[in-house]
């Protein structure tokens, strides 16, 4: 989704949740109880890709690097939102479950120190866009070398990403 789609989804509850409501109705995100098992086997396959891009990263394979990271990611991703609930086979749909259940909802300043690690901040969900743009260059284009530096950022803030995830989901 692009950047003035996303600050729309943050910026405006209602037409957040019109478009979670557009998922459901479509039978793009459904509604299911929670299944820990799921949630950490997503999260356990988070760990599994970042050791596949440390791998690759070494042995120069820079494209399945950042494929990997995209991976990673939406694992991470994915374990969120099941853990709230949600089941979803959609890249968008994910992000606005993301948004709804973790982005700042409701909470006053306070609130919000006390709960950072729960909080995924703006950042976080413009990096989970970006990796996904990313991964698609990787995956569908000629192009075969990556710049290293590059993709070793994007591994870091992976890193970062998926530790933040199993912290809030430790905390659940």
Known sequence: MNLRELNKLVGSKDFL??????????????????????????????????????????????????????YAVYHAVLALIIERGYVSKNHDASLCVLIKEYFGQGIDEDEIVMINKFFLDYQDLLFYVQSKEQRAKATYSTRRM???KDVEELRLRTIAFVGKARRILQDE
Do not use: A, P
Not at 30 to 58: A, P
């Open 17 to 70: 949740d019109k478009r979670i409501r557009w998922y459901l109705k479509n039978k793009i995100l459904r509604i299911q109880l929670q299944d820990r098992s799921e949630v950490m086997g997503h999260i356990n396959k988070s760990g599994h890709n970042l050791k596949f891009i440390k791998d690759n990263l070494k042995l120069g394979y820079f494209d399945w690097c950042i494929t990997g990271c995209y």
């Open 146 to 148: 990556f710049d290293k």
